[in-house]
């Protein structure tokens, strides 16, 4: 059974930061690509990052320079690194697992809460 689980979402304050993790289980997540989706209310999910089984990264330009994705294949684990937090962070964030070469396998988490207030 495949299981991806996020944490590390919460309140902060503006320019604050957070950190946060998705654990994986019952996929080789070496091979897969890794990505971090938020959906605030009332608009689509997007794409935040993204981290291929080579390491290679990408971000939105709204998160350039403040966010950093990482992955643990050892832990089997993706992180995201949010720094700089703005009002406009404020969101639902998703865990994604994708297979490279076969999308029928393509995983989501339930998701974080991440708001960021004074």
């Known amino acids: 059974q495949v299981q991806l689980v996020e944490s590390g979402g919460g309140l902060v304050h503006p320019g604050g930061s957070l950190r946060l993790s998705c654990a994986t289980s019952?996929?080789?997540?070496?091979?897969?690509?890794m990505q971090w989706y938020r959906q605030a209310p009332g608009k689509q999910r997007e794409l935040v990052a993204l981290?291929?089984?080579?390491?290679?990264?990408s971000y939105a330009d709204s998160v350039k320079g403040r966010f950093t994705i990482s992955r643990d294949n050892a832990k089997n684990t993706v992180y995201l690194q949010m720094n700089s937090l703005k009002p406009e962070d404020t969101a639902v964030y998703y865990c994604r697992a994708e297979h490279p070469r076969n999308a029928d396998y393509d995983y989501w988490g339930q998701g974080t809460q991440v708001t960021v207030s004074s």
């Open positions: 981290i291929t089984n080579d390491g290679s990264t």
């Open positions: 019952g996929i080789i997540f070496s091979i897969y690509v």
